[in-house]
């Protein structure tokens, strides 16, 4: 089993920063890639960066290029996404995700909500 837990959302201002981390604690051998999720009220949940095992490649959809950036720090168990640029259309609850040699794991989701 893998426990994933969030932090680092609130609320900010468009144009505003936030970064949010997740810690990874149980079966942490068993992970490979980790990544960002986020679920919008009547959208459904869609990938926002994604960060192979050895943080050598990366991915990230259209919408977050140039202003988001995801990072891990394997010695701490622990991956972030720095958020730049915030737009409105970015609120949404973000979601950590692990995969792992048993499947998905995921965490409880942290709120971010952008103001106008």
């Known amino acids: 089993q893998v426990q994933l837990v969030e932090s680092g959302g609130g609320l900010v201002q468009a144009g505003g920063s936030l970064r949010l981390s997740c810690a990874a604690s149980?079966?942490?051998?068993?992970?490979?890639?980790m990544g960002w999720y986020r679920q919008a009220p009547g959208k459904q949940r869609e990938l926002v960066a994604r960060?192979?095992?050895?943080?050598?490649?990366?991915n990230y959809a259209d919408s977050v290029k140039g202003r988001f950036a995801i990072s891990r720090d394997n010695a701490k168990n622990m991956v972030f996404l720095q958020m730049n640029s915030l737009k409105p259309e970015d609120t949404a609850v973000y979601y950590c995700?692990?995969?792992?040699?048993?499947?998905?794991?995921w965490g409880r989701g942290t709120q971010v909500t952008v103001s106008s």
């Open positions: 995700n692990a995969g792992s040699i048993w499947g998905d794991y």
């Open positions: 960060m192979s095992s050895d943080g050598g490649s990366a």
């Open positions: 149980g079966s942490i051998f068993s992970i490979n890639a």
